[in-house]
């Protein structure tokens, strides 16, 4: 199924020129965007801010463990005819490192803002989306590494203690 579902989403690849330029820009560039919006997220709220910049940080050390166990080659690597749209290195696939930090980063966000939280998902859930249609992974890949993002940042937020002060401006998650 994850390759039926990589087909789907990478023939699209090839036909719109403009959304292919789209779509390679935002698989290269776009994740950076994410963990600088985790930075400035220091200034909202330094809990959210802190629990994803360490989520990115363990997120990969976690990825490299599972890459280290189970490498599995990008689509580009094990089939033939696909679209590739951008120079890629040859690594394992699984895992997807972008997912897991554009996840993570979104994850930190919501903790901050919900209002900005739901745009920051969207915002991600491109980016995963875009790593499929430049051929760069399978669906499978860029769910995995959104579950360790969302997780691992969850995660970390939910174990930092919660300093009330007068002057703290931080918002709490419903869980």
């Known amino acids: 199924m994850d390759t039926e579902v990589f087909r789907i989403i990478n023939d699209l690849a090839g036909q719109i020129s403009w959304l292919d330029t789209a779509m390679a820009q935002i698989s290269k560039y776009a994740v950076y965007a994410s963990i600088l919006a985790v930075l400035l997220l220091f200034i909202k709220d330094r809990k959210a801010a802190f629990a994803g910049v ?14 280290l166990v ?24 699984f895992p997807s490192d972008t997912a897991m930090m554009a996840f993570a980063a979104a994850m930190a966000i919501c903790l ?3 209002k900005w939280g739901w745009l920051s998902f969207l915002a991600a859930g491109i980016i ?11 669906p499978g890949d860029v769910l995995a590494g959104a579950v360790i993002g969302l997780a691992v940042t969850g995660g970390i937020y ?11 401006t931080q918002k709490h998650f419903p869980m």
């Not at 360490?54 to 890459?67: A, F």
């Not at 939910?158 to 703290?168: D, F, Q």
């Open 54 to 67: 360490v989520g990115i940080v363990v997120g990969m050390v976690l990825d490299v463990l599972i890459q």
């Open 70 to 93: 189970y490498s599995r080659p990008h689509p580009f690597m094990a089939m033939d005819n696909i679209q590739l749209l951008a120079e890629k290195e040859m690594s394992a696939s």
């Open 112 to 114: 901050a803002s919900r």
């Open 128 to 138: 995963a989306i875009s790593r499929v249609y430049v051929g760069f992974h399978f």
């Open 158 to 168: 939910g174990l930092l203690p919660t300093r009330k002060t007068p002057w703290s």
